[in-house]
């Protein structure tokens, strides 16, 4: 009968721990009195994984996490950085960690933003100032190799959605935009020379609103150039002003007067590098126009963000003035 009891004590004690063990192992936990971040660089062991988790106040302790990691061992953790503002049980945390729930802010480049856009945009995370943006932006280093006349990084900064971590820089965000670009650009499979491609490419994006017109417009200046035309962009002007900080939000005849070298209203041929991040249809309708003998465009006054394409001057005239009495 001793013998019995004492197993019965014994059992309910091995019970009670196990109880007790699963209610720490779960019970929500915050050590920390503000938000706090955790990094793992790839390659963290487990055992270092609980002592930094532990050390930040994520959980009670090492061996709370190393018991529920035991327990949930089929699943790799991920590396990264982690993001923790609430409590949580140490069974959560490592659901977090296989889960890869890393902290990152995202940043959306839109097709067609040029540097002073992203440079905006990109300080919103607060990462670093706009400023710092454009100075990274400006140092074309990063892309000299696929484009020797490269003025800046402008036109390669490719469009896309960015993850970003804590830690990220300007100039670490413009690599990743660049290797994308590089990674489009390859898929493309062409011999065409880089630079213009992506010149006429960003001022495409820059023109067309729907996205059928983008082969069209690619023609219109394709054959302007070809005939030794003024190419008359007016994102081309816009983006001279832009360049010289005086840009008020439309065109004055003034921009349309400036000598910089980026206003096709002035100079014949391609300006001397893209004013804006062209998307992957912008490259292609840059590399494949349209069959056209069009030498105008002038967008159509019914809203839709369409153009009339004219092929001498007297059509075109009429055209502008069609827009002209329907903008009335």
């Known amino acids: 009968m001793k013998l019995l009891r004492r197993l019965g004590c014994l059992v309910l004690a091995a019970a009670l721990v196990l109880a007790y063990g699963a209610y720490r192992l ?36 090492r061996w709370d996490f190393l018991l529920a990691r035991a327990i949930d061992s089929d699943r790799v953790l991920q590396a990264g950085e982690y993001h923790f503002d609430r409590p949580a049980s140490a069974f959560e945390v490592v659901d977090r960690l296989a889960r890869g729930d890393v902290f ?18 990109a300080a919103q995370t607060g ?20 484009d020797p006349r490269a003025p ?24 990743m935009m660049t290797e994308k670009f590089r990674e489009v650009w390859r898929g493309l499979d062409s011999s065409a020379d880089v630079h213009d491609t992506v010149t006429l490419a960003s001022m495409v994006e820059r023109e067309a609103k729907l996205p059928e017109e983008r ?6 200046f394709k054959n302007r150039l070809r005939i030794g035309m003024k190419l008359d962009c007016d994102p081309t002007t816009v983006y001279a002003a832009l360049l010289e900080g005086r840009y008020r939000g439309t065109i004055y005849r003034s921009d349309l007067d400036s000598d910089n070298a980026y206003n096709t209203y002035r100079h014949d041929g391609l300006p001397p590098g893209p004013i804006a991040n062209p998307g992957l249809a912008s490259l292609r309708a840059a590399l ?23 092929s001498d001057l007297t059509s075109h005239n009429a055209a502008t003035e069609r827009y002209r009495r329907g903008k009335k």
């Open 104 to 121: 990152y802010y995202t940043l959306v480049a839109p097709e067609g933003t040029n540097t002073f856009d992203l440079a905006q945009t």
């Open 152 to 175: 800046s990084l402008e036109g390669y900064l490719f469009p896309n959605t960015y993850k970003l971590g804590r830690h990220t820089t300007a100039e670490a965000l413009c690599r």
């Open 288 to 310: 494949h126009p349209a069959v056209s003998d069009a030498l105008y465009f002038v967008a159509r006054p019914d809203g839709s963000g369409g153009h009339a394409f004219s």
């Open 127 to 146: 990462l670093f100032t706009a400023d710092a943006f454009l100075a990274a932006a400006r140092n074309p280093a990063m892309i000299r190799d696929l």
């Open 26 to 61: 779960a019970a929500p936990y915050e050590g920390f009195k503000a938000e706090t971040f955790v990094e793992f660089p790839r390659g963290t062991s487990t055992e270092d994984i609980a002592g930094l988790l532990a050390q930040a106040g994520v959980v009670r302790g």
């Open 215 to 220: 082969p069209l417009i690619a023609a219109v």
